[in-house]
């Protein structure tokens, strides 16, 4: 058996998703094979179904490394873990329902071995980025082409060498550490990120993220604070401009977006209200549509949404 390697590592936080992790190792797995790539698992869920799951795939694949977190860090302490305890030179931070596209390994250590740049970034498969590969050695640019992308786990892969947590302080920066982390080193200097302008990871259909019932305050409230918060101070006018960016952009705030959101109690009338303003100031939403969609109890919504979903099956809508 060939030697665990050294270069690349995968990092993942999980939290009561075994099923889905399932479905996504089995596919992460063949990708590492042929690199001996070293997956490690950092379990924050209530239940032993990921510990026993991994148990049974180190069987098939042995560079699986687990580790259950007692008591649960939640996911902004679990990043900082996910990045900390890898020896490897890179970690590719990756959530729990993502999937590592044909040859992604290969291309993260192709860039690796010629570029050895601090941070690697790249495209998820439903969002279209018109940024032809480069690399980045100015905070704002970053801030301004991909800041609205880079809040997604996973499209991220870290040169450990770069990270320094002694100052770091999780807390400034909610739902959004692993994109201040990019920003805070930024703020050294002579750092590089070099942007990949291939897909290389796609999401999990299956997926419930754990902010369905809080988008608002995500990425609206908590995304604003996070980006007050970096060191580089950007301006207000840019901010907003990159949450507008972000909401449509991530297509997160599109009618089938916002349909999903009232099934999943992320919308109601209250929610409504209290972003009424952000509504109309970071999306292209019809305030008057919205009003409409309150109208109707959510388990209406859920059985039209359903009919549709058995019309157009959910991969060829917008996601």
């Not at 992460?28 to 070293?38: A, K, Q």
């Not at 998820?124 to 100015?138: G, L, P």
Request: net charge positive.
């Amino acid at each position: 058996m060939q030697q665990l390697s050294n270069i690349l590592s995968i990092s993942i936080p999980t939290y009561n998703r075994a099923e889905i992790l399932e479905d996504n190792l089995n596919l992460i797995i063949e990708e590492c094979r042929p690199h001996n790539v070293g997956i490690y698992i950092f379990d924050d869920s209530t239940n032993n179904k990921t510990e026993l799951l991994i148990s049974k795939l180190t069987k098939s694949y042995p560079y699986i490394f687990y580790t259950k977190n007692n008591p649960r860090l939640g996911h902004d302490k679990n990043c900082i873990k996910c990045l900390s305890v890898p020896d490897q030179q890179y970690i590719w931070y990756l959530g729990d329902s993502m999937i590592i596209s044909n040859e992604s390994v290969a291309k993260v250590l192709d860039v690796i071995k010629n570029s050895s740049p601090d941070f690697i970034c790249f495209k998820e498969k439903n969002r279209n980025i018109d940024i032809q590969s480069k690399v980045y050695d100015n905070a704002e640019d970053i801030f301004t082409d991909l800041a609205w992308h880079l809040t997604m786990t996973g499209v991220t892969v870290y040169k450990k060498s770069s990270l320094d947590f002694q100052d770091f302080r999780v807390e400034r920066f909610i739902n959004f550490p692993q994109l201040a982390i990019i920003f805070c080193n930024f703020e050294k200097g002579g750092s590089k990120l070099y942007w990949i302008a291939n897909c290389l990871i796609y999401g999990n259909l299956k997926k419930k993220s754990y902010w369905s019932s809080m988008v608002f305050k995500v990425f609206f409230n908590d995304l604003k604070n996070t980006f007050k918060n970096l060191p580089q101070n950007f301006s207000i006018s840019l901010i907003d401009t990159v949450i507008r960016k972000h909401s449509i952009n991530s297509k997160l705030f599109s009618y089938h977006g916002v349909v999903r959101m009232k099934i999943d109690n992320g919308l109601n009338y209250r929610t409504f209200i209290d972003n009424k303003k952000n509504i109309e100031k970071y999306t292209d939403l019809n305030i008057l549509i919205i009003k409409v969609l309150m109208i109707f109890p959510r388990i209406i919504v859920d059985f039209f949404y359903k009919i549709l979903r058995f019309i157009i099956p959910e991969k060829k809508q917008m996601l």
